[in-house]
């Protein structure tokens, strides 16, 4: 798997990241930059998200819910990471990308197109 990893990209922080990344390779969608580090205008910390695709301004967060107040801390984060950025964002859990791949591919496919098609905002 190590010599699937595009040079210089950091690797997934989990299982279901890994599988996400092959869910992505398998059904032909862009890469994902790995483990990207949000900074506001300002120049401060926001947060690092799973995957995303900065120059479409789309990340993806994704739920495994392995610990109590994961999902709200996740929904703060991915708030901020929405309100430094602008980008869209997607949400998948740990079901969604081991027992309906297809449907989850589909539905990140469309979320690459509605990032295509709209402008990207220029940092100020």
């Not at 890994?18 to 300002?42: A, K, N, S, W």
């Not at 999902?71 to 997607?90: H, N, Q």
Request: glycine share 8%; aromatic share 8%.
């Amino acid at each position: 798997m190590l010599a699937l990893r595009p040079a210089g990209a950091a690797a997934t922080e989990s299982l279901l990241e890994t599988l996400m990344v092959q869910l992505i390779r398998e059904f032909g969608l862009p890469e994902p930059v790995r483990q990207l580090v949000v900074y506001d205008c300002h120049g401060e910390f926001v947060a690092r998200v799973d995957l995303c695709w900065p120059e479409l301004g789309l990340f993806i967060e994704l739920d495994g819910q392995q610990h109590p107040g994961q999902p709200v801390y996740d929904a703060r984060r991915e708030t901020a990471v929405v309100a430094a950025t602008g980008w869209l964002v997607g949400r998948f859990t740990w079901y969604e990308v081991t027992q309906v791949r297809r449907q989850t591919a589909l539905r990140l496919a469309a979320s690459v197109g509605q990032a295509r098609r709209r402008p990207l905002a220029k940092s100020a």
